[in-house]
Each structure stands twice: as structure tokens, then as C-alpha cells.
């Protein structure tokens, strides 16, 4: 029992450890915490419905789409919202993506109705048996995408030159544009690459969940309990404190009462910053005076 | 006496004094909603804008005060002022606690935690049916104040009044005292402030308990207006209106949160009835302030010369 919890729960982590990912990526780039995120996840679920319903597209086709039309979203957000105040205080900048996900919550309620909506599954492939444990096809798929991801941004931020850019125009953006690099356009480019990483959690997530607008507010909490369990800003640890926040919310869930379920990484948030704030393998941050 | 500006607030609480003589009992409502949330941008004003705190606390302190007061009345058959007085205190209690986590991370690690906080809370409201009765709601019974009933609109609008005022000037008062510079000196820098001699911890944990103290009486007044209270009513979308108070208002203005309090509290009774529509309509506003007027109502009103001076430190 205890091996099937720990693999359901990697599987359902493998989404926090995705949405964390997004997020710890547009943080370390731009130092926005995008509190938009889990709305992000939940509007491009949304696109999909929308695109398999109204229209009648090929699942491949829409789960396409939606990552083209959150790449849009998230490069439009930047230019429209952030760009303007990129001077003003942290707390304003994290302000206006909580206005974001306000308003994205609100565009969807409008639109569906607080209704709680479905999709038929997208891979219906058998389960893979490891002896007693079953692997759902689902499970098979997120875990897939999320290690491919997780490597591919590895390389690109830590090995490539793409990278090393990256980390020049967060530290220094103006030494950064003074060598050519078009700062502005980058955190673009970033903010569309990150609400695309939404889209493909929000692919994965939506013929096995349900749909309603405030799906997102969940994700984003748990997606903050990977980011603290594993240190904010590290990639590896986002990813890591995504998979064991999975598997945290299945054996809490299972040993100690399925409410547990819901507030597992409520309890995580709070108990890592005050005893750990640096997450597991964090080191504490010196700030210079 | 001799400057005629110094008549200005008296004067004006007597004219708020005056509409229940003439207005409907619907309107009446809507002007008892009105002062509540004046309260509640006020005590989240100290914390977002005058400290520079970015917490996410702040529905969950107005339900601490409102449940406390529920349960007080309800289960334990105080009368209305112990009861308040008791939410005043818990909820201040409950700030301090929340402030804990500010004095060690940074800014979004508070926003983070106290989000989670917020969250755990009200599953607390929805789970702990023996103290809350959950989800059905705790019911309110009518109040009373040395002998004069509160049990309609227009009686607890003067009391409302009263407490309004008070938080008003206390708060402004405070703001200007020693502490209250202390806490603005904080905000913008916290190791000049410290080499200054304040002590920038305790100065934040008193800021939070203040706005615990102020949010918890505005809870107390909204348990007493709606006469049933219910988990729902301290959610996300909760936080989204209080947030909306402030910043339309104005950070760091305590005026400007009651200009932001007079101006938005009609509008959810407007907008209640198109799903999403007031999400929408407050996130837009939040986004059109955050672009075009970061300085709010209170940037507008400073344009009034005889409302000037008592804009930002009262």
C-alpha cells in the first residue's frame, strides 16, 4: 500500500513539481512572484474544454493551442501590466498579478458558470503493473513531461548561453542591456515561456480533475509548499519540493484522514518558513546592506 | 478653537449623524456596510500601507473577529460589548502571531504564508462544526448596549458611527506618535531605521497587532450587521474587496480607505447578480489604480487644499 501511495502521489506531485517550475523559472528571470499562476494552469484547462467542445479540435491539436494562446497571454500580461510599473515596488508588481488572477477567475466564472465541468480521458492506454503497484497512464505521462521539461530548462538555464543571459539580466539589467540584450523583450519572452509551462500542467491536469475556476487558488498553494520545501529561485528544488508535496498529500491523507488532504501544504508553508525558511537544500541568503 | 479647520471632523460626524432620519432601510443597509469596511480598510491600511507588509491575512483576521463575536453572543450569551472588547483582543492576539513570519523572510515568503494561513483558517471555520456549527453558519442573536437595542439597522448605524470614528482617530493618532513614525520609517528603510534606535521587529509586530485589533472590530460589526455568519463569507473574493478598499483608496491614507470604503462597498449588492462580474469589475479597477493612479482616492482628495494635511498621517 504504502509503494502505490508513494507512486499515486508522485504522479499528482508531478503536477505541483510543473506549476512550481513555471513559476520558480518567471521568479528567477524577472524576481516576480507570480501569483497568477495557478490561474494561469486553470485558464488554459479552460481553453482545452473550450476548443474539444466548441469546436470539435483533435485533442493534440487543442492541447497545441492552448500552450500557443497562454504563450500570447503571459507575453501580452508582460507588456500590458507589468512593463509599466517594472520601476515600482515589489508590492505593486505582486499586486498586479493578483489582480490578474482575480480577473482571469472572473473571466472563466462569467463564462461557465461556478459549475464543476470534465473531460473524457486523453490517454487510454492499460496501466503498467510494477508487481502490486499500478501505474495509471496518466501518472506515466505527467511524470514523463515533467522530468523532459525539468531537464530541457535545466540545460537551457545552468549549461547554455541562453542561460548565462538569463542570470545577467536578472542580476544586472542594465549591464545586461549596455551588452546588447533587449531586457524588456527577454522578461516577454519569459513571462510567455512560464504561462506556456502553465498550459501544459493545465493539459495534463484536465481529462483527470475537475474543471471549475477556482482549481487555480489550489494549485498555486501547493505549487508555494514545493517552492518553500525546496528553497525559493531553485529549480531543482521546485521540482523536488513539488514530488514530495505529492507524496506528503497522499500518505497525510491516507494514515492520518483524507481532510488532511486539503491542508497538507498549508501546514507545510507555515511549518518550513518559520523552522527553515530557506527550504530543504536552501542556503541562507546573505542580504548586503 | 479659534482655527476654523479644527471644526472639520466634528462637523462632519454630525452630518454622517444625520441619514437614518431619512433614508430607506435598504440604503440604510448599504451605509452600515459602508462603515464596516471603512473599518476593515483601515486596520489593513497600518499593515499594507503604512508598514509595506505584503500579507494576505487580512479576511482571515475579519473572520477571527466576527466568529469571536458570534461565539461569544451565540453560544456563550455575552452582551455586544465584552464580546467586541474579546474580538478586539483575539484578533490583535492573532496578528501578533501572523507578524511572527515577517520579522524573519522576505517580503513574498509573508505573502506566501500568510495566504496559507488565511486558507487554513476558514477549513478550520468549515471543519470545526462544534465551535462554528460549519458550513450552516453561526447565527448572531440581537444586541443590546446599555439598554438601548441594536436590534434595527438604524440604531447599530450610530453605534457603527461611534466605533468608526474612534478606530478613525486612534488610528490616526497612533500614526502619528512616536510608534507610528517608527512604523513608516520601517517601511522604507529597515536598517537605517535600526540604526536609528527603533526595533524594527517589535515595530512590525505592533503594526500587525493594531490592524489585527482594528480588522477583529470591523469582523465584530459585520457579525453583528448580517446577523448569520458562514465560512464563504471570509474567502478569496473577500480578500480581492479589501485589497480593491485599500489600493483604490490609497496606501498609506487613512481617509483615502474610507473614501475607497464609501465608493466600492455599494458595489457588490450591484454586481452580485452576473457571475464573475465582480471579480472582474474590482481586478480592473485594481489594475487601472496600479497603472494610472498608484497614489488612489486619496492622490485625487490631495488636490482639495483643506483636505491636504489630514490625508496621509490622519
Known amino acids: 500500500m504504502l509503494a502505490q501511495l508513494v507512486v499515486s502521489g508522485i504522479g499528482q506531485g508531478s503536477i505541483y513539481a510543473l506549476v512550481a517550475l513555471g513559476m520558480t523559472i518567471l521568479f528567477r528571470v524577472t524576481t516576480v512572484v507570480n501569483f497568477a499562476h495557478g490561474e494561469l494552469f486553470m485558464f488554459s484547462a479552460f481553453v482545452i474544454y473550450l476548443l474539444l467542445n466548441a469546436f470539435d479540435v483533435p485533442y493534440l491539436l487543442a492541447a497545441l493551442a492552448a500552450i500557443l494562446v497562454l504563450f500570447v497571454l503571459g507575453s501580452v500580461v508582460e507588456r500590458v501590466l507589468m512593463r509599466p510599473i517594472r520601476h515600482a515596488p515589489h508590492m505593486a508588481l505582486a499586486m498586479m498579478t493578483v489582480a490578474l488572477s482575480y480577473l482571469l477567475r472572473g473571466v472563466v466564472r462569467m463564462g461557465w458558470g461556478g459549475d464543476v465541468r470534465s473531460l473524457p480521458p486523453m490517454f487510454t492506454f492499460d496501466p503498467v503493473m510494477l508487481g502490486t503497484v499500478v501505474l495509471a497512464a496518466q501518472d506515466i505521462v505527467t511524470i514523463g513531461a515533467t522530468l523532459l521539461l525539468v531537464a530541457g530548462f535545466f540545460v537551457l538555464l545552468q549549461r547554455s548561453r541562453f542561460g548565462k543571459l538569463a542570470q545577467a539580466a536578472t542580476d544586472s539589467p542594465r549591464g545586461a542591456a549596455l551588452i546588447g540584450l533587449n531586457v524588456p523583450g527577454f522578461h516577454r519572452t519569459m513571462w510567455g515561456v512560464a504561462a506556456a509551462m502553465a498550459a501544459i500542467a493545465g493539459i495534463l491536469v484536465a481529462p483527470v480533475t475537475l474543471l471549475y475556476p477556482d482549481m487555480g487558488a489550489q494549485v498555486l498553494v501547493r505549487a508555494f509548499a514545493a517552492m518553500t520545501l525546496g528553497g525559493f529561485g531553485n529549480l531543482g528544488g521546485a521540482v523536488a519540493g513539488g514530488l514530495l508535496m505529492g507524496v506528503l498529500e497522499q500518505l497525510a491523507g491516507f494514515y492520518v484522514s483524507t481532510a488532511m488532504i486539503d491542508i497538507a501544504s498549508y501546514i507545510v508553508i507555515i511549518v518550513v518558513l518559520l523552522s527553515r525558511p530557506a527550504g530543504l537544500f536552501g542556503r541562507v541568503e546573505r542580504v548586503r546592506v | 478653537m479659534s482655527d476654523p479647520r479644527r471644526l472639520l471632523w466634528p462637523a ?303
Open chain 2, 12 to 314: 462632519l460626524l454630525i452630518l454622517a449623524a444625520l441619514p437614518p432620519f431619512f433614508v430607506n432601510d435598504y440604503v440604510q443597509y448599504i451605509l452600515n456596510s459602508i462603515l464596516v469596511y471603512a473599518v476593515v480598510a483601515i486596520g489593513f491600511n497600518i499593515v499594507l500601507g503604512y508598514a509595506g507588509q505584503l500579507a494576505f491575512a487580512n479576511a482571515a483576521f475579519f473572520g477571527v473577529g466576527a466568529y469571536t463575536t458570534a461565539i461569544c453572543m451565540g453560544r456563550w450569551h455575552w452582551p455586544f460589548l465584552p464580546a467586541l472588547l474579546s474580538a478586539a483582543l483575539v484578533t490583535a492576539l492573532v496578528g501578533l502571531v501572523v507578524s511572527l513570519p515577517a520579522l524573519r523572510l522576505r517580503a513574498y515568503y509573508l505573502a506566501i504564508v500568510t495566504l496559507a494561513f488565511g486558507e487554513l483558517l476558514r477549513w478550520g471555520y468549515i471543519h470545526a462544526d462544534w465551535l462554528t456549527l460549519g458550513s450552516s453558519g453561526l447565527p448572531v442573536p440581537a444586541a443590546s448596549m446599555f439598554g438601548i437595542s441594536l436590534a434595527s439597522d438604524r440604531a447599530r448605524y450610530w453605534l457603527f458611527l461611534c466605533l468608526t470614528a474612534l478606530v478613525l482617530w486612534g488610528s490616526a493618532n497612533l500614526l502619528r506618535s512616536r510608534f507610528g513614525r517608527a512604523v513608516v520609517a520601517v517601511r522604507e528603510n529597515e536598517s537605517a531605521a535600526a540604526a536609528m534606535g527603533i526595533a524594527p521587529a517589535l515595530t512590525k509586530i505592533g503594526a500587525f497587532a493594531w490592524s489585527g485589533c482594528v480588522v477583529g472590530i470591523a469582523g465584530a460589526m459585520f457579525a453583528l450587521l448580517l446577523g448569520r455568519i458562514n465560512p464563504e463569507s471570509f474567502d478569496l473574493s473577500q480578500l480581492l474587496l479589501h485589497f480593491s478598499l485599500v489600493m483604490i483608496g490609497g496606501l498609506g491614507s487613512l481617509v483615502g480607505s474610507v473614501a475607497g470604503a464609501v465608493v466600492l462597498t455599494a458595489a457588490p449588492e450591484l454586481l452580485r447578480n452576473v457571475a464573475g462580474l465582480e471579480e472582474i469589475v474590482f481586478s480592473l479597477l485594481l489594475i487601472g489604480v496600479l497603472l494610472f493612479m498608484p497614489k488612489g482616492l486619496a492622490g485625487l482628495l490631495s488636490r482639495v487644499a483643506v483636505l491636504r494635511e489630514h490625508l496621509y498621517l490622519g
